[in-house]
């Protein structure tokens, strides 16, 4: 993860969703090699990186903001973008995320 005093980061922006085995092999049809880890109740741990970097994500930039080239859940401020743009960045990702895998993310931040 970046360092907060090299380039404005909040770290992990998302939460790694939990889903039920019927979604976790479903994806796993299309991607056998989707990181997944098993729950005592029976659900299953997706990587939020994991699912974010397979939508395109990972290291995209949009001007002065964007997703960290090393780590997909780590959106990062190169300099000036405002709180709303992140947010938008967010957005976009829960929505790329959404229509691809059927999983909505959930921001791990607290967005005042």
């Known amino acids: ?6 380039i404005g980061n ?13 979604q ?4 796993l049809e299309t991607y056998p090699d ?6 005592q109740n029976g659900s299953f741990k997706m990587a939020a990186g994991w699912l974010i970097e397979k939508c395109g994500w990972k ?9 960290h080239d090393k780590q997909a859940l780590v959106l990062v401020n190169y300099g000036g973008a405002k ?3 992140i947010y938008n ?4 990702i829960i929505t790329s995320v959404s229509d ?3 999983i909505v993310l959930e921001r791990e931040v607290n967005i005042l």
């Open 10 to 22: 909040s770290g992990s922006f998302f939460k790694n969703p939990i889903v039920s085995e019927e």
């Open 1 to 6: 993860m970046p360092n907060p005093k090299d």
């Open 89 to 92: 960045l967010s957005e976009q």
């Open 24 to 27: 976790k092999n479903k994806i």
């Open 59 to 67: 290291g995209k930039r949009i001007d002065n903001y964007g997703v």
């Open 100 to 102: 691809t895998f059927g």
């Open 83 to 85: 709180g709303g743009d």
């Open 34 to 39: 989707a990181p997944n880890y098993i729950q």
